[in-house]
């Protein structure tokens, strides 16, 4: 009887559960959430992946100054893409996140394109350093910022272990 | 309970269609209800799979010998040990164990989803429960029931066999399986981005972790089974090529191809179809290696009872799959077009991609050989076989290859290396190796191919050494840090690589095993007490066993034991003992069984095998004059070797694994849904 | 598209290295997979046979075991599964699997070559308990 009793119990009960959702009308997000990666995220961390790699292995003598200066300067362009498509996706979203990724992308042609690309990167890399680009979402956030305004990470937790692109 | 478990079994199957079909259903309508039906109907196939676990293993617990599962492998003097690990112990169970597993991967991979990559739930969850599906299919259709009754109970069970009574027989077979079964699930994002056309850099980001989750357990279990087999079966080897054996070596050498190739895709958009087609072969081996062990078609000792009904339900469900997998990889081929090409033959690509074509080289191989009968006598009509000699004979350049690969890739720089470079940094390492060939040499190892190996070893472990040196300077210098806290940031701010660097330590150690087993030794001898065994090591030791006697403790019901003390002398000095062993398992007295004695030091394993008592009868009575026994005493060379490497494997393989802050796979703000499931908008 | 080209180059080259040492593993190692009668058979129609490597299935012998005293040497007999009038003597000088014995039901694969005295001498002897690791409901309750 006890049996009869439990194996009724167990099978109402796991397919009420299984069902709930239609029947009551629960939906499950089945969109891509704002703040997740996306294929530009993806691309942009394997940039700067690949930029921190380069300068390893360029103080570490596998490449030629010549090679890493070029490597360099091709990755910073595709990181720099990158950002550039996350700023154009956040300005014409507007989901009031503030501008991603802090890249002020180049609207105008600038007249030295390299020259501007070595400052962005330079600017991000000082960023990296002082702990103001947050190694979650790449955003470069104002100087003394305690959280990223990317993506509401705490960035004095990551200054305490010196933040770098991270690449998990 | 446990007929509760036989029906959660029969409710889960039901369960698991619909969500399979909701799923799919829900991804291509986009109506979230369904999704979410899905989602719960993975968590329900789980808490009804523990049920059918828990209903077996109570079964054994409670000697229901009444099952013909429990009859067949408990009985009532079985520790309780042996009869929890019951559930896995035959075809059947271990089935079960498969699902539950399964199921709790998917249940995690449904979890750690839950507010993130929603995009890729609904098709994953409709391949991951499609693949529950077939199992539970399986297990109610294919005339292998866990629960299927014998007409009336027998009073005893015929209990375990006495080789899988041990603590081994808990751990082998259930690390394959979680190495097996998670590897379902980067199977089912990748199915998930083919189906949904996502094809770009995220599913491979996506499921690395997954990825290498599933190969440390493969690793394990993989290392775990070879040290069974040097403990218990008393032949001082760790793998013989037995067809199940290779089984599961094949997903394993795939997975390993994978986690290399997809970082090539990760960094430059490239062997887009190649991964596809990766990470299906690999799906579809963990499939092939469970049919194999279970459809008796190839002649192992370790497969169950021959199933021909399993054989060919196993082989439908992999045609299908394949089947399927090839049509969406073929169908989305546009989609997956390389964003770059391969610049330069000297790059960390190309070796990359060497170690993939090498790695498949030695998948096929293994597979060929394994299903060489089959083949031959297809074609041919007579079947002929191949065994250890050719297996050996044909990893072994690929070994080596690989080998050499493993120094070659951290110095390689990514697109271009200059020859320059290159050869700047490897002066060191190849002095290294050339160095070590020389000194081995002299020292009196002639072996080629050991050299070469020991040589290549020397090669790798010098260039991975420079490496973490290098970069700590590098970093130190970059970032202003000391060197030890630089070291320490370099590890966790790149796990991944360095972890990578680290499990190849514990490789070549693994390898370097593999060589130094040429140079083992053996002397067998017949004894009566007080006479000695002498073996003189490969490193110049000379061990002398003295023979003590024979003895047979009283007191044990289940157990017999004929004991064999030798007290061992070490270049004259005293060495300690070892005792080796004949047991007596009750009801199955035909068959004692051997358990040997090891010595283990780091270079170097004294191993001692009771081969033979000439009155095994007069041994368990305890006669004097029953102790004359046949002795087999081996050194087997630097076999520590392989298990510490096993150990130095899971640790880079833990630091690869562990989740890092802020990494965009984890992004920490989750402030729309709080932690919870996100119920959005209900149905108008 | 230099890519692919590269990419067929090292393809094919490893392709064809392990196509070689795939075909000389076979043709150097590979064994004849037979059964005791197609062994007989084999052996009547060609005598050089005697000389090939192969692996025989069957079944051992109740009460066919020897043991040498003092001496690591096994004698058995194997007998072919269907015609049990087809068996041979099998000689084997290394440690017989804790599975081998004479009493029980136990199926054998033994590996080595048959010898023109009649007698084959094995280098390899795998044992399975044909019928114990799954018993008939017969068996469990009689």
Redesign the interface.
Known sequence: MGLIVGVTLVSAGAILFVMLPVLRGDWALIERSDDEITDVDARKAAALRGLRDAEYDYRSGKLDQADYQILKSDLARQALEAMQEEGAAGNAANDGAPAVAGAKPPKSAAPDLVESLEAEIARVRKGIGQGRTCAGCGHLNVKKSRFCTGCGVSLERMATSAGNPESS | MILLGELALWIALPIGIWGAVAGFVGGRKGRGDLVLSAEYSVYAVFFLLILTSAGIITAFLTDQFQYWYVANYSNRELPTFYKVSGLWAGQRGSLVLWALLLSLFSSAAVFTNRTKNREFVPYMVGVLLTVSSFFLVVLLFADVNPFERLPFAPADGRGLNPQLQNYWMTIHPPTLYLGFTAFTVPFAFAMSALLSGKLDARWIVITRRWILLSWFFLANGIIFGMRWAYEMLGWGGFWFWDPVENASLLPWLTATAFLHSIQIQENRGMLKVWNMGLVTLTFLLTIFATFLTRSGLIESVHTFAENTTIAFIFLAFMGIMAGISVLLIAWRYPLMKSENQIQSFLSRESAFLFNNLILLGATFTILWGVLFPLITEGITGQAMTVGPPFFERVNLPIGLALLALMGIGPVIAWRKASRRNLIKNFTTPVAVGAVVVAGLYLRGVHHGMALVTFGLSAFVMTVIIVEFVKGTKARASIEGEGHLLAFFHLVSRNRRRWGGYIVHVGVVMVFTAFAGAAFDREVVQTLDPGETISIESPFGHEYTLTYQGLSSPRGQNMVRQAVALMTVEKDGRPFGSLTAEKRLYRMWEQSPLTIVGIRQTLMEDLYLILENVNDLGGAFENEAQAQRATFEVQVNVMVEWIWYGGFIVTLGSIIGLWPSRGSPTTTASRSQTGGKRPALAARS | ???NG??FV??GG??L??TY??WT??S???????TPMELMARVAEDPTFHDVGV?V?GRVEVGSWT?A????LHHFTVVDLEDKSVRFPVEFRD?L?????D??VVDV?V?GRFREDGVFEAT?V????GS????T?EE??G
């Open positions: 598209m230099r890519d590269k990419f090292g393809f490893v392709a290295v392990v040492l795939i593993g076979v150097d190692t590979m064994l004849y997979y037979l692996k299935s043991r005293e003092d001496e690591l440690m699997p804790d599975t081998f014995n009493t029980d694969v590996e390899v795998l044992a399975k308990c114990r690791y799954e018993a409901a469990l309750l």
